[in-house]
């Protein structure tokens, strides 16, 4: 049997203004995945000329193992996000402070100066990144792959944080990291130790990212 046979699921639509649909997509991921212990379990980006976003979570919700999932549709400018668990009441409550939540920072992200708006994107891409990195490394995916999100992800925040003073913290060890593993064979899976290691840097690099962007949103 399924894991979320047994479960109930809630859904709700939110539409949205913006012409941006693949930011609107990174802030609803933003805003399920920046609480602690979610963690990402699927996710795709359609490469067409409209886009659609999908992604699936795993994380608690009263109490209870649950699912949120999220699809952005640009042909529909909307939003549909469902949450799949065992308390119906929690489920819904979970639901609504998200999307309210979720107005609320579009609203924030919509009213930025366009050099902040900039900025706001590239570090949500980075948050993307961490979280497809931890899901590449429970999957033992190649090296490559992993190698892939760590460089990208320290790109973008390194631009998200253009300008301010000094090397941040995540610049620094994302820095360090590449220059730890990119001697590894790429065609293979990371050695389980340091996959370990890797993945619980991930939470420091979550962190710091969302703060970043916090500080707009």
Same mark, same amino acid.
């Given at each position: 049997?399924?894991?979320? /046979?047994?479960?109930?699921?809630?859904?709700?639509?939110?539409?949205?203004?913006?012409?941006?649909?693949?930011?609107?997509? @990174?802030?609803? #991921?933003?805003?399920?995945?920046?609480?602690?212990?979610?963690?990402?379990?699927?996710?795709?980006?359609?490469?067409?000329?409209?886009?659609?976003?999908?992604?699936?979570?795993?994380?608690?919700?009263?109490?209870?193992?649950?699912?949120?999932?999220?699809?952005?549709?640009?042909?529909?400018?909307?939003?549909?996000?469902?949450?799949?668990?065992? /308390?119906?009441?929690?489920?819904?409550?979970?639901?609504?402070? &998200?999307?309210?939540?979720?107005?609320?920072?579009?609203?924030?992200?919509?009213?930025?100066?366009?050099? /902040?708006?900039?900025?706001?994107?590239?570090? &949500?891409?980075?948050?993307?990144? #961490? /979280?497809?990195?931890? @899901?590449?490394?429970?999957?033992?995916?190649?090296?490559?792959?992993?190698?892939?999100?760590?460089?990208?992800?320290?790109?973008?925040?390194?631009?998200?944080?253009?300008?301010?003073?000094?090397?941040?913290?995540?610049?620094?060890?994302?820095?360090? #990291?590449?220059?730890?593993?990119?001697?590894?064979?790429?065609?293979?899976?990371?050695?389980?130790?340091?996959?370990?290691?890797?993945?619980?840097?991930?939470?420091? #690099?979550? @962190?710091?990212?969302?703060?970043?962007?916090?500080?707009?949103?």
């Amino acid at each position: 049997m399924d894991k979320t /046979d047994e479960m109930v699921e809630v859904s709700q639509i939110q539409k949205y203004l913006s012409e941006d649909s693949a930011t609107v997509f @990174r802030i609803t #991921w933003y805003e399920i995945a920046s609480k602690p212990n979610v963690l990402l379990e699927e996710y795709n980006e359609a490469e067409s000329q409209v886009f659609q976003g999908t992604a699936r979570f795993s994380l608690q919700i009263g109490g209870e193992k649950a699912f949120a999932s999220v699809l952005v549709d640009g042909s529909q400018s909307s939003t549909e996000i469902r949450a799949q668990g065992k /308390d119906e009441v929690a489920l819904k409550i979970y639901l609504d402070a &998200l999307m309210e939540s979720l107005k609320d920072a579009l609203g924030k992200y919509e009213s930025l100066p366009e050099e /902040d708006r900039a900025k706001v994107k590239r570090a &949500l891409v980075a948050k993307t990144c #961490w /979280d497809r990195m931890v @899901r590449k490394i429970l999957n033992k995916e190649s090296l490559g792959a992993v190698y892939y999100q760590v460089a990208h992800g320290r790109e973008m925040f390194i631009k998200a944080t253009e300008g301010e003073s000094g090397a941040h913290p995540v610049a620094l060890t994302t820095s360090a #990291w590449l220059s730890r593993i990119e001697s590894l064979p790429h065609e293979e899976p990371i050695p389980g130790n340091i996959a370990t290691e890797l993945a619980k840097k991930s939470v420091e #690099w979550k @962190r710091g990212t969302q703060e970043v962007i916090g500080r707009y949103i």
